[in-house]
């Protein structure tokens, strides 16, 4: 197997490694200490149209794939941004797939280009404090309600959620013990991050810090059937 980069890759490689190289070690430093999400960093690799790299061509994106999404996220994080620079910008390239391949036309117009030029944040709500590494034990339930769900639970570690504008959100339309099988019951969500009912609560942590890591408290979110993936 031959592992060499075709000349495009290379390409994609020394453009990335020349634009994160513009944000040297004071300015991660200084995201870090202060919290502060890397807003400059995240628009220059919009503006490049790194964000949509594997993105297909008629939601504005390049429609490449895995190999060269990875190539970007080496050279950011080789730059000196570490998992600051990379955990920024990851969900955008890596986590928006389950749209591209599941999403109703309607939804992937609604978002997929505002993802490629760097005006919509999303984070990823999975994971949940009682569930551990099963995530098929997760309790977040969405109860159908005409054209809406209701959606409550808690969510834990979610990166990006104060940023965010929408939530790629996993939930349960049927409990674990009414499953037939464990994977069956979960449903994918893409949704507004609703202040009024969601409550971010910023986890203190050691490292990492320009990128936030959150607990999210989901009291009755309504979520347009329209939201729904797959």
């Known amino acids: 197997m031959d592992f060499e980069l075709t000349d495009d890759q290379a390409t994609i490689r020394k453009a990335v490694a020349e634009l994160a190289g513009k944000f040297d070690n004071r300015y991660w430093m200084e995201c870090d200490r202060a919290h502060e999400f890397p807003v400059?960093?995240?628009d220059a690799l919009a503006e490049g149209g790194w964000l949509g790299v594997t993105t297909p061509e008629e939601?504005?994106?390049?429609?490449?794939?895995?190999?060269?999404?990875?190539?970007?996220?080496e050279e950011v994080s080789r730059s000196g941004g570490g998992m600051n620079a990379a955990s920024s910008i990851?969900?955008?390239?890596f986590g928006m797939h389950p749209v591209i391949l599941h999403g109703s036309e309607e939804l992937k117009r609604r978002t997929l280009p505002r993802i490629v030029d760097g005006s919509l944040h999303v984070c990823f709500g999975v994971t949940e404090p009682g569930a551990g590494l099963d995530t098929t034990r997760i309790t977040t339930f969405a109860k159908r309600d005409g054209d809406h769900y209701v959606v409550n639970g808690r969510k834990v570690w979610?990166?990006?959620?104060?940023?965010?504008?929408?939530?790629?959100l996993l939930t349960r339309t049927t409990k674990f013990e009414d499953s037939a099988r464990k994977t069956d019951g979960m449903t994918l969500f893409l949704t507004d991050l609703d202040r009024a009912h969601v409550d971010i609560r910023p986890i203190a942590k050691m490292g990492r810090n320009a990128v936030s890591s959150n607990e999210l408290f989901i009291d009755d979110l309504r979520?347009?059937?329209e939201d729904r993936v797959g």
């Open 223 to 225: 979520v347009p059937v």
């Open 90 to 93: 990851h969900l955008s390239i």
């Open 158 to 168: 979610i990166s990006k959620a104060r940023e965010s504008e929408k939530v790629l």
């Open 40 to 42: 400059a960093f995240y």
């Open 59 to 73: 939601y504005g994106g390049h429609g490449l794939g895995i190999t060269e999404a990875s190539i970007i996220l």
